[in-house]
């Protein structure tokens, strides 16, 4: 698994694996963790409802948001959380403070990448799925290697069992883009899977099929 020296790069795997393993936007950030100053939010955060929906999720499409929970963790009441979910008020500095805190977090941290990665391993199903990894990659572990094995930009797609795409979002809730990277170079190289030694060296976008 390469080094990423180029900050952009760093921040374009990180995305490209939050976004590609839960399906949401992911930050736009300007090298160190959290969110660029001076950009739009993501879409998690492009309102109030959207952040509650994210960070307590209800048990149905008719309840999306378990107001009760959301109270408790906001330090508001039942019916205020209502209210901003009917638009009828928005929260006042400090509740909307600990909710974009909440969000953050959720997107940048270990603990946040766990709380993901155990929703989205709970819609696994029974059957094996196929994951596109687009970037620059190859079968080499030099980025900087020429001739017919030197990386090049493009794709490459892998079947993995449901235990492999469980054990996926282990790996970047454990160990983020770096642990991902290095768990899907494992998968490529047992043999009969795809090419021995295959590393990837920026990863771009991450999509199931």
Known sequence: MAHLDDPGDRIAQRNAFFEGL????????NGEPGWEQG??????????RSML?????GPSDRRPVD??????????????????????????????????????QTVTTKRGRAQLAARMKESIGSE????????????????NA????RPRGGSSALSMTPEEQAGLYDAWANGGDTGATA??????????????NWHFHGIKGLEWK
């Open 53 to 57: 929906e994210y960070n307590f999720a």
């Open 22 to 29: 839960t399906g949401r936007k992911g930050t736009k950030a």
């Open 39 to 48: 950009r739009g939010l993501s879409d998690i955060t492009r309102s109030t």
């Open 67 to 104: 107001t009760r929970a959301a109270a408790e963790r906001l330090g508001v009441s039942q019916r205020t959380v209502q209210r901003w979910l009917k638009g009828d008020s928005q929260p006042r500095p400090e509740a909307m403070k600990k909710l974009t805190t909440r969000t953050r």
């Open 146 to 149: 020429t001739g017919t094995d």
């Open 128 to 143: 094996n799925r196929t994951i596109k990894v687009t970037g620059r990659q190859g079968p080499t572990a030099d980025p």
């Open 183 to 196: 768990y899907l170079e494992r998968l490529y190289d047992q043999p009969g899977r795809y090419v021995a």
